[in-house]
């Protein structure tokens, strides 16, 4: 694809491009009745609160930086560290994988990670990463299948195996609600096309979660790099609201279609440039 701007109608077309370094960090803020946002422009976690106590879905790195900023984030949202009982992991790179156990030894905190992922983590020769990511230095007490519902009291999550970015990543729809209405929210597990990444496999997993989605309804998505989405724009809009103001995090089937097409186009991307005889940039 050329990297000239390029117009669909009124709106520039403009490929996204991962952005690492992007560590401004964001007020923790509550964006469904029990979803909430804590990270920065780079990278994000979620908070799900539940009648069983508090759910994180990814833990960011385990860096002292962003261990700070989840551990004050949590706080800040009206809860003790302890409160968080269980943490769900998207799959087994280290920006995501995070402070987990350490939430498990001082607090019990189960952790889940799909199978196949808590295996791949810890070859270090498998995780080439840029810059390169630590293997996983430790197994989680669930391990995921493709189809797992969890439930944890009021609360559901739908685990999706979507291959590609790593080969046990998995996606995410998750039920909430926002001033009491329920909606579906969906989880992509994997942002980015790796260098080491099969564009046509990545595809494939687009295709399911595509169908997982359409089939469930979903009509909003997050991710877990927000300038994917950019998420810390809506949040600023969330802090703002006034009356007559819609939730920007609340969108519609097309929409979540429309999000997921992007990553499709990474690939597709991807591929041609492979056939060229080019490295792919991230």
Partial sequence: MS?????????????????????????PTRFFDQLC????H?????????????????????????????????????????????IVLTHAHEDH??????????????????????????DPDQIPGMPPLAPLPWDADVLLQDGDVLTFGDATIECVLTPGHTPGCMSYVIDVTDCGAPHKVMLW???????????????????KFE????????DCYVSNHPFVD?????????RRMVDGVNNPFVSSPEAVRDCLEMFRG?????????????????
Avoid at 7 to 26: L, Q, S, T
Avoid at 189 to 207: H, I, K, L, Q, R
């Fill in 3 to 27: 990297e000239e701007i390029r117009y669909n109608g009124w709106r520039p077309i403009r490929p996204h491009r991962p952005d690492f370094n992007a560590e401004e960090p964001v007020e």
């Fill in 37 to 40: 946002y804590i990270g920065d």
């Fill in 42 to 86: 780079s990278v994000c976690c979620y908070l799900l609160e539940t009648s069983e106590g508090c759910v994180l879905i990814d833990a960011m790195w385990p860096r002292e930086r962003y261990a700070e900023l989840l551990k004050a984030g949590i706080k800040e949202l009206g809860h003790e560290l302890s409160d968080v009982k269980h």
């Fill in 97 to 122: 994988y995070g402070i987990a156990d350490w939430f498990r030894s001082e607090f019990g905190t189960k952790i889940y990670l799909s199978e196949i992922d808590n295996a791949y983590g810890k």
């Fill in 189 to 207: 597990g994997g942002t980015g096309v790796m260098p080491w990444t099969d564009p046509d496999e990545y595809m494939a997993s687009v295709d």
């Fill in 211 to 218: 169908a997982v989605c359409e089939k469930r309804g979903v």
């Fill in 230 to 238: 950019l998420a810390y724009l809506k949040l600023e809009i969330v």
């Fill in 266 to 282: 990474r690939a597709i991307e991807a591929k041609e440039q492979r056939a060229a005889g080019v490295a792919f940039k991230m």
